[in-house]
Structures are given as structure tokens and as C-alpha cells.
């Protein structure tokens, strides 16, 4: 059974802060691992990573994947209140009956204060 | 924001009642899905579509059907309602099943008393 487990399951920070989420994974065939930032409704994109080593970044946040550790991080510099949210991280299984599925973490809670 | 509709947004019925959400999306994304998601469990696929009448379970599909006869609605219908199917639903799109992420809906918040 694929397992993906996030770490820490909340964190409060002050603004301006750098914060680190992580990811663990186990899945039978890995096909890539997905970062997602949930606010009050939809989860919505943030990376995509299949690659070890190689970082992904989009302004204050980036990206990457180490799949011979099996992890991924999730870094934010300089953090807003507007960062406040459930950053969820999701492992795309690539074999057999479970191709294509996601499996998720439980997400982890940031709150970032003024 | 990618163009998928859920609805209802909201919804409260009691035990027992059959009841359907439905999703619905503007993308012609050949592939769809149904998650609940619920505090210490995160995200679940409860069944996903492949195509206009191709659907398959996820792993909490007990007690859910799925219907997909255009490609721009996939059909989540509870059968008979219990208390322990109280959640946030999301359905999500993708074009491609590994390649491309998925996006997802607003969801809707179904309470069964």
C-alpha cells in the first residue's frame, strides 16, 4: 500500500520566516510527486517534481525531490500571512492496477503571524 | 482557476436518503475523479473515470457509485446515505492520468444527520 507522510502536521511562524515542510513516501512504482497548497476550498497546484536533485521554484517557493532517500521538501523564504494554508504533498503511482493514482499525506497546517 | 463546477456546494440530508453530486468541468480533460477528504485521513480517491463510461474504484469506493456518460460530467451518487459519509468532497481533472497534475473543484460539504 503506498504511504506518503508529511512532517510537521503544524507550524506557526512569524512573518519573514523561512519554513521547511517535508514528505516521505513509499509507493510500489513511483511516478512523481506533487506539492499542493490548500487555503479554504480547492487544492491548487504548486510543483510537480520527477526528477531527483533537480529544483523546482516559483518566487519565495521551491522545491525538491530526493527519490534515492525517497523525500521531498517544501521551502518558503520570507513568509506572508497570505502563506497561511494546508500544504498537502502527493506521490502519482506509475504501475499495474494503481497507475495514475495519487496518494496523499495529511497535509501540514501553516500559520504565519504579523 | 481550471473549469470545474461541483454542486451543490453544500448539502445536508438525513441517513438513508440516496444523494448525488455532481461535477462538472469545461476543460475536455479526458480523466476524473472523486476524493473526500476528512481531518487525520487527508485526500482518498473514491472512484476516477478514464473516459466517457470507463470508471474505476479508489480505495474508499464502498457504499459510492460513479457515473460518466458525457466526458464534461463524472456522477458521485451515495446510495443510501450514513453519517460516517459525512465530508468535503472534491472532484478533479487531468489530461493526462500521470503526466500532468490534477486540478481540482471547490468541493462540497455534504453532512448526513
Known amino acids: 500500500e503506498d504511504k506518503v507522510v508529511q512532517s510537521p502536521l503544524s507550524l506557526v511562524v512569524h512573518e519573514g520566516d523561512t519554513v521547511t515542510l517535508n514528505c516521505s513516501y513509499e509507493v510500489t512504482n513511483f511516478r512523481s510527486l506533487l506539492w499542493y497548497k490548500q487555503e479554504k476550498k480547492a487544492p491548487t497546484f504548486l510543483f510537480m517534481l520527477?526528477?531527483?536533485?533537480i529544483e523546482k521554484k516559483s518566487g519565495r517557493l521551491s522545491s525538491i525531490l530526493d527519490k534515492k532517500e525517497l523525500f521531498s521538501i517544501l521551502n518558503i523564504t520570507a513568509t506572508q500571512t497570505g502563506d497561511s494554508a494546508v500544504y498537502l504533498c502527493?506521490?502519482?503511482?506509475?504501475?499495474?492496477?494503481?497507475?495514475?493514482?495519487?496518494?496523499f499525506g495529511q497535509g501540514t497546517i501553516l500559520t504565519v503571524h504579523p | 482557476d481550471a473549469g470545474i463546477t461541483q454542486s451543490p456546494r453544500h448539502k445536508v440530508t438525513e441517513t438513508g436518503t440516496p444523494v448525488t453530486l455532481r461535477c462538472h468541468q469545461t476543460e475536455n480533460h479526458r480523466y476524473m475523479y472523486w476524493y473526500r477528504q476528512d481531518p487525520g485521513h487527508g485526500l482518498r480517491l473514491i472512484h476516477y473515470?478514464?473516459?466517457?463510461?470507463?470508471?474505476d474504484k479508489g480505495e474508499v469506493s464502498d457504499g459510492y457509485s460513479v457515473s460518466r456518460s458525457k466526458t464534461e460530467d463524472f456522477l458521485l451518487t451515495l446510495e443510501s446515505a450514513t453519517s460516517s459519509q459525512t465530508s468535503v468532497y472534491f472532484c478533479a481533472i487531468s489530461m493526462t492520468v500521470s503526466n500532468q497534475p490534477q486540478h481540482f473543484g471547490d468541493g462540497t460539504r455534504l453532512s448526513i444527520l
Open positions: 473515470s478514464y473516459g466517457v463510461k470507463d470508471t
Open positions: 502527493a506521490v502519482v503511482n506509475a504501475g499495474g492496477t494503481s497507475y495514475g493514482k495519487l496518494t
Open positions: 520527477t526528477s531527483s536533485g
